[in-house]
């Protein structure tokens, strides 16, 4: 198949995060078993075993997009649509099969990012117009939580189909810190509530010791920094190897996040043998099992006496540590990528 993926971000983008990891992953492998793929976006370009082109910026590429696409996906026999906030309405202006991806629904996290205005119309182009334009598309959607939330828009069940994304990571030795070490590993934006693991902590650390490492950068370092109490040491960006030696390290994985699509960090970690202590949020539910990979709280409160719980119980940790592994063996990237080229192949066939 002739596939392109319209998609906000390249992997080379400075603030990729999980989506562009999973678009990466479908397209490259998709690329492997020969069909042929191009990603249109906005921000830098890097090198990929498909074509990569640039469309504008953050937001002038959703302009852009149908001119572009008359230049570089005029011969094409499925358009993958993604859906950051709000997707490329790819049906509204050209007529091949499409397909929406969607890794969580935004519905909250327009209020946490922009003014009341723009959040309204964020709000009302994802909830009201998407549904009507996509109403013939099949959608995939990386979690049974971001099913539910499609659903609740009015895209019918049968539209969807979940596709829980695989894990490539290399195995890690845990090296676990002799003193406490709790890892933040997170792009530094609202929705995200790194802020609240900074104050949570300062409750926390009195009765567990130890260090909170932020691990990432985004627009609210600086607010982070400012907020940060005793025992907090902030990275910044790091590469994958100051990444997975962070995970070697580390205790527990913190997790404050208003909602997730799937949770790529928390497999990430699992597969580290890292357990995640998170609220019991879309997403985030179903990247970790409660009790069994780490646990989901309620509130800040229910959240702070689960961190010194595990920071105290050592046993329970390691059985956690050991569970998160071999769970995350279970998600592989073949079983994502048959399961989308399925969908792929049933809308560039018309059925």
Do not use: C
């Not at 397909?99 to 209020?111: E, K, S």
């Not at 009201?128 to 609740?152: D, I, K, N």
């Not at 069940?157 to 003193?179: R, S």
């Not at 909170?212 to 920094?225: C, F, N, R, S, T």
């Amino acid at each position: 198949m002739r596939i392109v993926f319209l998609a906000w971000r390249d992997t080379a983008h400075p603030q990729a995060g999980g989506s562009e990891v999973v678009i990466d992953q479908l397209a490259t492998r998709l690329a492997a078993r020969g069909h042929e793929v191009r990603l249109l976006h906005g921000g830098p370009s890097g090198n990929h075993a498909y074509r990569s082109v640039r469309i504008g910026g953050n937001y002038s590429q959703y302009l852009r997009a149908p001119i572009a696409f008359l230049r570089h996906g005029r011969e094409v026999d499925v358009v993958v649509d993604v859906e950051n906030g709000i997707p490329f309405f790819a049906p509204m202006w050209q007529r091949r099969p499409v397909v929406g991806l969607v890794h969580h629904i935004h519905t909250d996290q327009w209020a946490m990012q922009f003014p009341r205005p723009i959040a309204a119309i964020g709000r009302w182009l994802e909830g009201r117009l998407m549904p009507r334009a996509y109403r013939r598309a099949p959608f995939v959607t990386v979690s049974a939580s971001t099913t539910e939330g499609l659903h609740a828009l009015g895209i019918p069940l049968t539209h969807i189909t979940t596709v829980e994304m695989g894990m490539e990571f290399d195995p890690i030795e845990p090296q676990p810190a002799l003193q406490p070490r709790f890892l933040v590993l997170s792009r530094l934006v609202p929705h995200k509530r790194v802020e609240l693991a900074l104050k949570m902590w300062n409750n926390v650390r009195s009765t567990t010791g130890g260090t909170l490492v932020i691990v990432g950068d985004g627009p609210e370092l600086d607010k982070l920094q400012n907020l940060a109490g005793p025992d907090v040491e902030f990275t910044g960006w790091v590469d994958e190897d100051r990444k997975r030696e962070e995970l070697s390290k580390a205790w527990l994985l913190i997790h404050p996040a208003h909602h997730e699509g799937w949770g790529t960090v928390v497999m990430e970690a699992a597969a580290a043998s890292v357990p995640t202590l998170a609220f019991n949020v879309a997403g985030v539910r179903d990247s970790v099992e409660d009790g069994v990979t780490g646990l989901l709280a309620t509130d800040e409160r229910d959240f702070e006496s689960k961190w010194i719980e595990l920071a105290r119980e050592s046993t329970l940790r390691l059985n956690m540590a050991s569970a998160a592994q071999a769970r995350s063996a279970t998600f592989t990237w073949d079983r994502a990528v048959d399961l989308f080229e399925a969908v792929l192949e049933s809308a560039a066939h018309g059925r």
